[in-house]
């Protein structure tokens, strides 16, 4: 069973709908939980924190997470085509801990003008 | 500021070759991570270092080394490349503890072993 599962998608959504990008994960002591973007041929680049049960929103972006059900999603208000690129999923221990985060094979989100 | 820097960008090996991956960042982060990217694997963690003087292995270390050679410098060595180790790889950093899953990456290393 891998520890951080996603969908790899593609995901399309039309330009202006809301994009749902979805995450499970294995491990119940699992405390930190954190989105990446990442456009092809480049770096991942950290867009989301969230540590604590409920939405956590950011312009355009809000993560919502329910540890009871091991489940974590983004949401992308008012999608743009610059939105397109795979948005992976990380999941890791409680701060100060082990520092080691498990990454989900991430979601490849198209956004079509 | 650079952030985080790799080198080379682009390397081509032949089996059995050796090379060093170099990676700064100048961001006073305690702790650096090297990971491996494959299609359909995701980001897998090779080694990582939570500070200077200290490193542990990840999910995949086997066939390589890492030294930490002071708070701004990790590297990562391939002693005798196999085919198996061409991917992308990815030197990350975070200030930890407390936030640890924080992490900014490097611009990659695009590596093949023929």
């Known amino acids: 069973q891998k520890e951080v599962e996603q969908n790899s998608g593609p995901l399309s959504v039309p330009e202006g709908a809301i994009a749902s990008l979805n995450c499970t994960y294995s491990d119940r002591g699992s405390q930190s939980f954190f989105w990446y973007r990442q456009y092809s041929g480049k770096s991942p680049e950290l867009i989301m924190s969230i540590y604590s049960n409920g939405d956590k929103e950011d312009g355009r972006f809000t993560a919502q997470l329910n540890k009871a059900s091991q489940y974590v999603s983004l949401l992308i208000r008012d999608s743009q085509p610059s939105d397109s690129a795979t948005y992976l999923c990380a999941v890791g221990p409680r701060r100060g801990g082990y520092q080691k985060v498990t990454f989900g094979i991430g979601t490849k989100l198209q956004v079509i003008p | ?114």
């Open chain 2, 1 to 114: 500021n650079a952030g985080v820097t790799q080198t080379p960008k682009f390397q081509v090996l032949k089996t059995g070759q050796s090379m060093t991956l170099q990676c700064a960042q100048d961001m006073n982060h305690n702790s650096m991570y090297w990971y491996r990217q494959d299609p359909g694997m995701g980001l897998r963690l090779i080694y990582y270092s939570a500070s200077e003087g200290t490193t542990d292995k990840g999910e995949v270390p086997n066939g390589y080394n890492v030294s930490r050679l002071n708070k701004r410098e990790f590297s990562l060595r391939l002693e005798s490349a196999a085919p198996s180790q061409t991917s992308v790889y990815f030197c990350a950093s975070s200030d930890g503890p407390g936030v640890t899953g924080e992490l900014f990456f490097g611009e990659g290393s695009r590596l093949t072993v023929l």
